[in-house]
T-cell receptor, first 112, second 115 residues
Framework: DAGVIQSPRHEVTEMGQEVTLRCKPI?????LFWYRQTMMRGLELLIY????????DSGMPEDRFSAKMPNASFSTLKIQPSEPRDSAVYFC??????????FGPGTRLLVL | AQSVTQPDIHITVSEGASLELRCNYS??????LFWYVQSPGQGLQLLLK??????LVQGIKGFEAEFKRSQSSFNLRKPSVHWSDAAEYFC?????????????FGKGTHLIIQP
Protein backbone atom coordinates (compact mmCIF):
# COMPACT_ATOMS: atom_id res chain seq x y z
CA ASP A 1 0.00 0.00 0.00
CA ALA A 2 1.14 3.56 -0.70
CA GLY A 3 0.31 4.75 2.82
CA VAL A 4 -1.57 7.94 3.61
CA ILE A 5 -1.13 10.47 0.82
CA GLN A 6 -1.30 14.20 1.38
CA SER A 7 -1.13 17.04 -1.07
CA PRO A 8 0.32 19.49 -1.50
CA ARG A 9 3.45 18.84 0.55
CA HIS A 10 4.20 22.54 0.79
CA GLU A 11 1.89 25.51 0.43
CA VAL A 12 2.74 29.19 0.59
CA THR A 13 -0.12 31.64 0.38
CA GLU A 14 -1.02 35.14 1.32
CA MET A 15 -3.26 36.14 4.16
CA GLY A 16 -6.92 36.11 3.15
CA GLN A 17 -6.56 33.42 0.53
CA GLU A 18 -8.38 30.12 0.61
CA VAL A 19 -6.27 27.04 1.30
CA THR A 20 -7.31 23.46 0.61
CA LEU A 21 -5.36 20.51 1.95
CA ARG A 22 -6.04 17.04 0.63
CA CYS A 23 -5.73 13.56 2.06
CA LYS A 24 -6.14 10.05 0.70
CA PRO A 25 -6.31 7.48 3.51
CA ILE A 26 -5.05 3.94 3.33
CA UNK A 27 -7.52 1.77 1.47
CA UNK A 28 -9.87 -0.04 3.83
CA UNK A 29 -9.33 2.32 6.73
CA UNK A 30 -12.59 3.65 8.11
CA UNK A 31 -11.23 6.36 10.41
CA LEU A 32 -9.56 9.53 9.20
CA PHE A 33 -7.95 12.17 11.40
CA TRP A 34 -6.62 15.69 10.80
CA TYR A 35 -3.93 17.02 13.13
CA ARG A 36 -2.03 20.29 13.26
CA GLN A 37 1.54 20.68 14.52
CA THR A 38 2.95 24.00 15.70
CA MET A 39 5.87 24.91 17.87
CA MET A 40 3.63 26.54 20.45
CA ARG A 41 0.87 23.95 20.73
CA GLY A 42 2.54 20.78 19.53
CA LEU A 43 0.40 18.14 17.83
CA GLU A 44 -3.31 18.63 18.28
CA LEU A 45 -6.32 16.82 16.88
CA LEU A 46 -8.57 19.00 14.74
CA ILE A 47 -11.29 16.63 13.58
CA TYR A 48 -11.89 12.99 12.81
CA UNK A 49 -14.26 10.98 10.64
CA UNK A 50 -15.64 7.49 10.88
CA UNK A 51 -17.11 5.99 7.72
CA UNK A 52 -16.98 9.45 6.12
CA UNK A 53 -19.04 11.03 8.92
CA UNK A 54 -17.49 13.72 11.14
CA UNK A 55 -17.46 12.44 14.70
CA UNK A 56 -15.64 15.09 16.69
CA ASP A 57 -14.72 18.52 15.38
CA SER A 58 -14.15 20.12 18.77
CA GLY A 59 -10.51 20.73 17.90
CA MET A 60 -11.25 22.87 14.88
CA PRO A 61 -9.96 26.27 15.93
CA GLU A 62 -12.68 28.46 14.42
CA ASP A 63 -15.23 28.78 11.68
CA ARG A 64 -12.57 29.57 9.11
CA PHE A 65 -11.67 25.88 9.22
CA SER A 66 -13.83 23.23 7.62
CA ALA A 67 -13.30 19.59 6.70
CA LYS A 68 -15.14 17.20 4.46
CA MET A 69 -14.94 13.57 3.51
CA PRO A 70 -17.10 13.02 0.43
CA ASN A 71 -16.06 9.38 0.08
CA ALA A 72 -13.92 6.74 1.74
CA SER A 73 -10.81 7.64 -0.23
CA PHE A 74 -10.67 11.41 0.00
CA SER A 75 -10.83 14.19 2.56
CA THR A 76 -10.17 17.92 2.49
CA LEU A 77 -9.32 20.48 5.12
CA LYS A 78 -10.11 24.02 4.03
CA ILE A 79 -9.10 27.32 5.58
CA GLN A 80 -10.95 30.40 4.38
CA PRO A 81 -9.72 33.05 4.84
CA SER A 82 -6.24 32.03 5.89
CA GLU A 83 -4.25 33.97 8.48
CA PRO A 84 -0.54 33.95 9.38
CA ARG A 85 -1.29 32.13 12.64
CA ASP A 86 -2.56 29.18 10.60
CA SER A 87 1.01 28.48 9.52
CA ALA A 88 1.76 24.94 10.67
CA VAL A 89 2.25 21.40 9.49
CA TYR A 90 -1.04 19.63 8.93
CA PHE A 91 -1.10 15.85 9.19
CA CYS A 92 -3.69 13.40 8.04
CA UNK A 93 -3.84 9.94 9.60
CA UNK A 94 -6.02 6.90 9.08
CA UNK A 95 -6.73 3.60 10.76
CA UNK A 96 -9.21 0.78 10.91
CA UNK A 97 -11.05 -0.40 13.99
CA UNK A 98 -8.97 -0.11 17.13
CA UNK A 99 -5.65 -0.38 15.44
CA UNK A 100 -2.78 1.99 14.99
CA UNK A 101 -3.06 5.35 13.29
CA UNK A 102 -0.84 5.75 10.24
CA PHE A 103 0.26 9.26 9.45
CA GLY A 104 0.84 10.93 6.14
CA PRO A 105 3.95 13.03 5.42
CA GLY A 106 2.15 16.26 6.25
CA THR A 107 1.49 19.54 4.46
CA ARG A 108 3.69 22.43 5.50
CA LEU A 109 1.59 25.60 5.26
CA LEU A 110 3.00 29.09 5.37
CA VAL A 111 0.61 32.02 5.33
CA LEU A 112 2.30 35.35 4.64
CA ALA B 1 -9.26 15.20 30.09
CA GLN B 2 -6.37 12.99 29.18
CA SER B 3 -2.91 14.51 29.12
CA VAL B 4 0.58 13.36 28.28
CA THR B 5 3.73 14.82 29.77
CA GLN B 6 7.18 14.43 28.34
CA PRO B 7 9.33 16.22 30.91
CA ASP B 8 12.49 16.37 28.82
CA ILE B 9 12.39 18.81 25.90
CA HIS B 10 15.91 17.90 24.78
CA ILE B 11 18.14 14.94 25.55
CA THR B 12 21.73 14.49 24.40
CA VAL B 13 23.20 11.01 24.34
CA SER B 14 26.49 9.69 23.05
CA GLU B 15 26.38 7.19 20.24
CA GLY B 16 26.39 3.69 21.66
CA ALA B 17 25.04 4.78 25.04
CA SER B 18 21.71 3.72 26.45
CA LEU B 19 18.62 5.87 26.20
CA GLU B 20 15.48 6.41 28.24
CA LEU B 21 12.80 8.91 27.28
CA ARG B 22 10.18 9.63 29.88
CA CYS B 23 6.44 9.78 29.40
CA ASN B 24 3.71 10.25 32.00
CA TYR B 25 0.02 10.18 31.25
CA SER B 26 -3.11 11.23 33.02
CA UNK B 27 -6.02 8.95 32.26
CA UNK B 28 -8.71 7.32 34.34
CA UNK B 29 -8.96 3.94 32.69
CA UNK B 30 -6.53 1.57 31.01
CA UNK B 31 -4.88 3.67 28.34
CA UNK B 32 -3.83 2.81 24.83
CA LEU B 33 -0.27 4.19 24.66
CA PHE B 34 1.99 4.88 21.73
CA TRP B 35 5.45 6.12 20.90
CA TYR B 36 6.01 7.81 17.54
CA VAL B 37 9.21 9.16 16.00
CA GLN B 38 9.47 12.10 13.64
CA SER B 39 12.57 12.79 11.60
CA PRO B 40 13.11 16.36 10.36
CA GLY B 41 10.58 17.27 7.69
CA GLN B 42 8.93 13.87 7.89
CA GLY B 43 5.69 12.42 9.15
CA LEU B 44 5.24 10.33 12.27
CA GLN B 45 6.29 6.71 12.35
CA LEU B 46 5.00 4.32 14.98
CA LEU B 47 7.73 2.79 17.15
CA LEU B 48 5.56 0.70 19.44
CA LYS B 49 2.21 0.54 21.20
CA UNK B 50 0.65 -0.83 24.35
CA UNK B 51 -2.96 -1.92 24.50
CA UNK B 52 -2.98 -4.63 27.15
CA UNK B 53 -1.11 -7.70 28.35
CA UNK B 54 2.64 -7.81 28.83
CA UNK B 55 3.75 -4.46 30.18
CA LEU B 56 7.09 -4.58 28.37
CA VAL B 57 6.54 -4.04 24.67
CA GLN B 58 9.04 -4.35 21.89
CA GLY B 59 9.06 -2.06 18.91
CA ILE B 60 10.94 -1.37 15.75
CA LYS B 61 14.55 -0.18 15.50
CA GLY B 62 15.49 -1.87 18.78
CA PHE B 63 13.21 0.25 20.98
CA GLU B 64 11.16 -1.02 23.90
CA ALA B 65 8.84 0.59 26.41
CA GLU B 66 7.47 -0.42 29.78
CA PHE B 67 3.99 0.40 31.01
CA LYS B 68 3.87 1.07 34.74
CA ARG B 69 0.36 1.70 35.94
CA SER B 70 1.43 2.62 39.49
CA GLN B 71 3.61 5.41 38.11
CA SER B 72 1.35 6.34 35.18
CA SER B 73 4.42 6.04 32.98
CA PHE B 74 5.33 4.59 29.62
CA ASN B 75 9.04 5.21 29.21
CA LEU B 76 10.87 4.44 25.99
CA ARG B 77 14.26 2.74 26.10
CA LYS B 78 17.02 1.63 23.79
CA PRO B 79 20.19 -0.12 24.99
CA SER B 80 22.53 1.43 22.42
CA VAL B 81 21.65 4.43 20.27
CA HIS B 82 22.82 5.05 16.73
CA TRP B 83 23.35 8.41 15.05
CA SER B 84 20.28 7.69 12.91
CA ASP B 85 18.12 7.76 16.06
CA ALA B 86 18.43 11.54 16.24
CA ALA B 87 14.84 12.76 15.87
CA GLU B 88 11.80 14.01 17.73
CA TYR B 89 9.97 11.44 19.85
CA PHE B 90 6.33 11.70 20.80
CA CYS B 91 4.38 9.79 23.41
CA UNK B 92 0.63 9.64 22.83
CA UNK B 93 -2.50 8.26 24.43
CA UNK B 94 -5.72 7.33 22.71
CA UNK B 95 -8.32 9.76 24.02
CA UNK B 96 -11.04 7.21 24.53
CA UNK B 97 -8.94 4.32 25.74
CA UNK B 98 -10.77 2.02 23.39
CA UNK B 99 -8.99 2.80 20.19
CA UNK B 100 -11.97 4.65 18.78
CA UNK B 101 -10.81 8.21 19.14
CA UNK B 102 -7.98 10.56 18.28
CA UNK B 103 -4.63 10.77 19.98
CA UNK B 104 -3.43 13.21 22.61
CA PHE B 105 0.28 13.83 22.20
CA GLY B 106 3.00 14.99 24.52
CA LYS B 107 5.08 17.98 23.48
CA GLY B 108 7.88 15.74 22.30
CA THR B 109 11.52 15.09 23.24
CA HIS B 110 14.24 16.15 20.84
CA LEU B 111 17.01 13.54 20.84
CA ILE B 112 20.52 14.64 19.96
CA ILE B 113 23.23 12.05 19.35
CA GLN B 114 26.82 13.00 20.06
CA PRO B 115 29.54 11.19 18.11
Amino acid sequence: DAGVIQSPRHEVTEMGQEVTLRCKPISGHDYLFWYRQTMMRGLELLIYFNNNVPIDDSGMPEDRFSAKMPNASFSTLKIQPSEPRDSAVYFCASRTGGETQYFGPGTRLLVL
Amino acid sequence: AQSVTQPDIHITVSEGASLELRCNYSYGATPYLFWYVQSPGQGLQLLLKYFSGDTLVQGIKGFEAEFKRSQSSFNLRKPSVHWSDAAEYFCAVDRSGGGADGLTFGKGTHLIIQP
